[in-house]
């Protein structure tokens, strides 16, 4: 195994259970880690307002957090926050093309990921609930500062959305990321995506992307899967990322991660 020095999660039935639960052994075992000197990062699609609702304040005050598919990073250890890139005005094109479609999508424009805005109508317990925020935090699309706009989400609410996914041609600066059989697209700048926003923050901690371990399941992380130094797919991952794992384990609803931490990492440390 090679010298890792972080540990890299997906959040979505990677670290979190299919109910949006850390299992109390895979968190015991990854304050562990951090406490035994691992850099540990969460890297997921998500906004951070969801990712506080999700992981346990314990373990999140002890990681760096990439949200928003790279857009935005939060250094929880050092209190830091910064965008890496944003999609700049040509958002607006984008945003206007939606709404004019002959498809209803629902839309959704993040920043930071607090404060969002979206062309839906929301009751205070959905807005809870879906987006893990209150009418505070929410803004309409004719509000949106198209300045700071990290990633758009747009969702076909059960419809596949292969019209939309073919604009790609027609906005080559941006990444169309489809998932759930196409029926949401995550739309991000080009320039960036999780992985070279991990490879920055390795570089921060002196680190080689050859030196970090990877738990995921998705295709977004198929990249990070590959510069890894141990590439590690959950048992419920997708084919691909299996295939090009070091090594499958169990289910995200078992303690998976905690057995193979336990059975590696860990151990290593406590036998040196």
Request: hydrophobic share 40%; glycine share 4%.
């Amino acid at each position: 195994m090679s010298a890792i020095r972080a540990i890299v999660l997906d959040l979505d039935f990677t670290l979190l259970t299919r109910d949006k639960t850390v299992r109390p052994r895979t968190l015991e075992s990854l304050v562990r880690a951090h406490d035994m000197g691992y850099q540990l990062i969460i890297a997921t699609s998500r906004p951070v307002r969801a990712v506080r609702s999700f992981v346990p304040e314990e373990l999140l005050r002890r990681c760096t957090l990439i949200t928003l598919n790279g857009a935005v990073v939060h250094e929880f250890t050092r209190g830091h926050q910064w965008q890496m890139s944003c999609m700049g005005l040509n958002a607006r094109k984008l945003i206007s093309r939606m709404v004019d479609s002959e498809v209803p999508v629902q839309i959704t424009a993040e920043c930071w990921g607090e404060d969002f805005a979206t062309n839906r109508e929301y009751t205070e317990e959905e807005l809870r609930k879906k987006q893990h925020a209150d009418f505070s935090m929410l803004k309409t699309i004719q509000q949106i500062d198209y300045g700071w706009i990290s990633k758009v989400t747009a969702d076909g609410q059960g419809q596949p959305l292969d019209f939309l996914i073919d604009w790609a041609d027609d906005f080559p600066e941006f990444s169309f990321i489809p998932v759930l059989e196409n029926t949401v697209v995550n739309i991000v700048p080009r320039s960036i995506d999780k992985s070279t926003t991990v490879v920055t923050v390795l570089k921060r901690f002196q680190t080689h992307p050859s030196e970090m371990m990877v738990f995921a399941d998705e295709m977004p992380d198929l990249r990070l899967m590959e510069i890894a130094g141990v590439a590690v797919a959950m048992g419920n991952a997708v084919s691909p990322l299996k295939e090009a794992a070091n090594t499958v384990i169990g289910d995200c609803d078992t303690d998976a991660i905690a057995d193979y931490l336990e059975k590696t990492l860990l151990q290593e440390q406590e036998t040196a």
